[in-house]
């Protein structure tokens, strides 16, 4: 028996971290599960951009995508179930493809869509191009919704077009730039550096996207090389210092961009140049560089009053709202989100409207805080609801019949956007839709 006794001094704490091992691998195969079923419950199952396909029969379980996904702590994107790794929280999924460099079986594959639901995306050249010669898309129009992604394509999408035969002559510009957001932001710091003639066009403000982004929101995003400027290292940041540091890098460069300006149609010439028109005036160029987001022109309800000031499109600070009376329209994530946002920053008299009887596209966490946010008295939910009328100081809403007025101070519509497919194929743009292919 004494001559056992050093095998089991050694292999009790082999023992005991082999059951801690397992335990960990079993606790965390149990919280992947139910983030997949909790993306399942509320329909959440469609990745909106580029995103990882698992070949189980190639993969390991080893969990080296897991652990490379930089989303990761603030979202649980990938995770082990059964052994083998899978998309839990598909809708969290924005594109990196780290887990595909970190897949030691190359089990992985980023493709567009899914069988069911297809993604459609502009037909593009490797130089960014367009079936219209002279029109070119960078970022997330393009499938790109990285950050990185997105800074790299608007650099090379302007070199590409600067190395063109297509330049202006006279008074025609080289280029316009549609969008401020993280392409057309590097593609116009780009053709300051290439000494272009050219305008850059925003329907909002600087950061596009990002801008967008609730307030306070950690953005994920990788060194990017860019002209002027060098390299841009910021591995994780909030909305607010990423805006900021591109801001202070407007002012360094001297960019001017024409902010709250919106391209209404573009017109190709018998010169074979474009006219790009906005309600503010006409740009002649001879090529034009399409840096808007998916999203589009934001949903709008087209209701009475939908034009006073106090009506907006998006949350950007929810403390703006304390002690103020707020109206948020939308059954989604963002509307749930800055409902409950206002409701948690001091807003008083909060009320979510919906048309639909249940908010069943919505995260559980985000149905949650609505929940907790109703039950506290600090929000009032109308489901099965109409906005009607927005007047100065109130808003109408008709719910199963019955027209209310309630006293308003502001109202955030969020209804999601209207998709570009129209406005690409009104200038003749080929857009395919992809069912999970790369």
Known sequence: MTDLWPYVVYLLPLLAIWAFYLGRQKRREAHAAAVLGEAREAGLTE??????????????????????????????????????????SPTDCIGHGACKIACPMDAITLVFGTESRGVTIPVLTPEFQTNVPGIYVAGELGGMGLIKNALTQGRQAVEAIRASTRQGRGAMLDLVIVGAGPSGFAAAITATSLKMKFETIEQESLGGCVFQYPRGKVVMTQPA????????????????????????????????????????????????????RTPKGAYETANVLLSIGRRGTPRKLGVPGEDLPKVVYRLVDPEQYAGRRVLVVGGGDSALEAAASCAEAGARDVVLSYRGHAFQRAKPKNRQR???AEQSGRLKVLLESNLKRVDTTQVSIEQKGVTTEIANDAVIVAAGGILPNEFLKSIGIVVETKYGTA
């Open 47 to 88: 990745p909106v951009s580029l995103h990882p396909v698992i070949d189980p029969n190639r993969c390991l379980g080893c969990g080296a995508c897991v652990v490379a996904c930089p989303e990761q702590p603030e979202h649980k994107v990938l995770g082990l179930i059964g052994g083998k790794a899978q998309l839990i």
């Open 225 to 276: 090389e860019l002209p002027l400027v060098g390299q841009i290292k910021l591995s994780t940041t909030s909305k607010e210092d990423l805006l900021k540091f591109w801001q202070e890098i407007e002012a360094r460069v001297g960019l001017q961009v024409r902010y709250h300006e919106r391209v209404v149609t573009i017109e190709h010439t018998p010169a074979d140049s474009f006219i790009v």
């Open 370 to 372: 609505v929940h907790d």
